[in-house]
């Protein structure tokens, strides 16, 4: 035991140069790829608030909405390297999104991905009282003629949802325009669509029993219904769910990176903190760091790769 | 629990847990001391020309949350101060419309029509008046609805409307363009079609966004803010720094320092009441029904008011029952906006959007059916809840009807600042507000451009409203449509599949018909730069 303790303090002391090394020269820039007053932008501004207040640095959030994330991708990979422009933005801006556009204008090696910071909790959705309480059920309505409308938010959902439907033989009318999750989740309320795509805000309606998760759309279990069925049961081998992840332009050097890198990931898991407290609230905590996240990135820009080939008529 | 007692319950809740001033017996809750704060900043608001409710309850919500916490005893006072931004703004609104011909909003765009040529001819101070007793009947009427209403009459609403004929109710909201679109009917719909091409810059589903010309700027369209200020306020400014500068500074017709009689008789307020009450129930109407928005309800008013009216002094020439018409109908919107917020969880509105997100971040009230059951055997707090709100909506309200006309007074006194250093202290105000919620200087140029082409408009004579309204209803139209062809499968004829559409599309035809005859009666109203052509 003594050694453990021996070597924890031995390994916090040889770790601890390397964060205390780097201080930012001036104020730390967070380009925010959402528009203001969403989830997306809270949690930024949140963790911008608890890096702050941690560790004394002067961080600025700052909108950079557009274009599902590339506006800020585009932006965020023009400038300079040194630790004081970072980007906050979510992963499908670099896989899907990335593969599917024309001309994305940027590729992954432009960037430094420091760490992921949460996830979504995506599933199919449907109002409790329709019957189902799977995708299975919906499908087997669908086979024996039933027709269904699927809401969904953006075009990798969109594909999703067409994805089920070819594997499993059916039909669903897929209404693609909605805005957020919490459209889809409207318009499911509404009776506008039958079952739709929500990444968090159906919770609270599972919970008290008037919404079903159909369908777990990550690749972990749901907050609220850990034992919703999983897309591999409908034939489909891809995770839909959306992680939120800083990044910086590449060439950070060294220090920075792991300096930075730290300090994010060091507010959104500790206990109290603003950011912490409104990850566990609205999302969920996902902190893959340094090269765990690229290969995070990576492995989505594979899987999406997939999908699109997949989906292609 | 009875109806009464969870009636009972919400007034106790709002007045009496937890008390931030004990003054001797007199308590005064955190809830009602937010409302009242929330109203008068609100009001300042509105009658800053630039800002909107929405924008003030953006920026307030973040900070509201960070002084309140998590818990729920959160709810009322941070829900409270938001209702109260958006109280205090309607009225507000109508100040600068008024004084100085700068709407802040487009809701307020009618308030200029009669209300600019009142200050004019120096009734700046009953004009004000008028407009805060419109205002605060419009909108305590739209909240008693709402709380008469709520637990039924959305779920009503949205099983009958699906997305087919909430595409069909787009379509007759656009018709409605036909009735303000001037005395020249082409140069309207030139107006309104301008207003489209330049709502689609930007939107659309594709991945690539539409009409950019690559430019990052525009990837997600023009700033709407920036749209509206730059089209109602600056190119306001610039046609009135136009005429300062033909008249000379000595001669400038612009109002005089004199407010007038400020003071607003029974006798008067007997002839603007049947105004009121139609406006009130048009705007509430409006508020109810899901996307159309009080832009569209102020010029539904207006207009209803324009047939009704058989005074000396015609609309579009300083009749206060023209000020009355609108401001009863754009503030009747926002009581009976919440309706489907609070019991179907589905923002009618920007403001409401704001309250649900509140909620939503707070916890333990979660808008939605569940809200409105009265259980008798256990204690539906969101109910409660519920109540706590509606109470302090009155609240804001007894607020606005006591001292809204001496708020009004005191602000009228804008009024004596002389044109040529108010005109550009608005317009310095304006883009820096602009400047605040772009976030950048593309914010400032698009406000720029935008005057200058408001500034055009207003020399050549075309109407700004169809085009203001056109840009609003934009997007939910195309996403009404688009929502609609795809759930059908892709039907062509999914607009004309149910009785209820097929009524809304048999309304439009209607209403572009009689569009010739309205406006062949009433010429000339809503061209606005009728007063200051040169």
Redesign the interface.
Known sequence: MRHLFAAAVCAALTAMPAWAQWTPSGPIKIQIGF???GGAD?LA?LIAEDMAAEYGWNVIP??L????G??MA??LMDAPADGLTLGMGVTDTFAY?RL???DPGFTLDDFDFLTTIAGTQMGVVAKADRGWTNLSDVIAAAKAGE?L?FGSMT?RLSDGAYYISKVNDV?F??????KGGRAVL??I?????DIGWVAG?QA??VA?G?LVNLVNGEDQPLKVSPDAEMLSAVGVDFFFGATFIMMAPDGLPEDARTALTDAIATVIRKDGT?SN?FIN?VFVLKVKSGEDAAAYVAKESADSEALLEATAN | MGVWDYVLAGIAEAFLANPALMLGPVVISWAVLMVISGFFAGVIIGATPGLSGPFGMAMALPILISAFGFTPDALLPVMGFLVGIMKGATVGGAVPAILFNTPGTPDAFMTTLDGYPMARKGQGGKALRVAQFSSVSGDTFSDLVLFTCAPFLAITIEKFLGLPEKAALMVLSLSFVAAVVGKHPAKGILAASFGFVVASIGTGTDSYPRLTLGMDQLASGFPTIAVFVGVLIVGEIFSSLDLLWRNGLGSKDLPSGDLGDKTLSWKERRVLMPFIGTSMVVGTVVGALPGIGSTLAAALGYTAGRKMHKGEVPFGEGAPEGIAATEAANSAVSGSNLIPALSLGIPGNVAAVFIILAADTIGGFNPGPAVFKFSTETVNTELVIAFGLFTLMMTANIVNWCTGASFMRLLGGLIRIPAQILLPSVLLLTLTSTYVQVGSMFGIYVTLGFGIIGYIMRIAAIPILPMVIAFILAEPLENAVRNAFEASGSDPWFILQSPIGLTFLALSAVMLAMSGRLQERNKNIVSTNKDQAP
């Open positions: 528009a203001a007053g809270t501004r700052e909108n909405a557009g274009g599902g590339s506006v585009r932006a999104d599917a556009a024309k027709e409308s075009a039909n009318n897929i209404v693609s325009g909605y409207n318009a309320i509404a009776d506008d669509v805000p609270k309606g008290a008037d603003k407290e609230r």
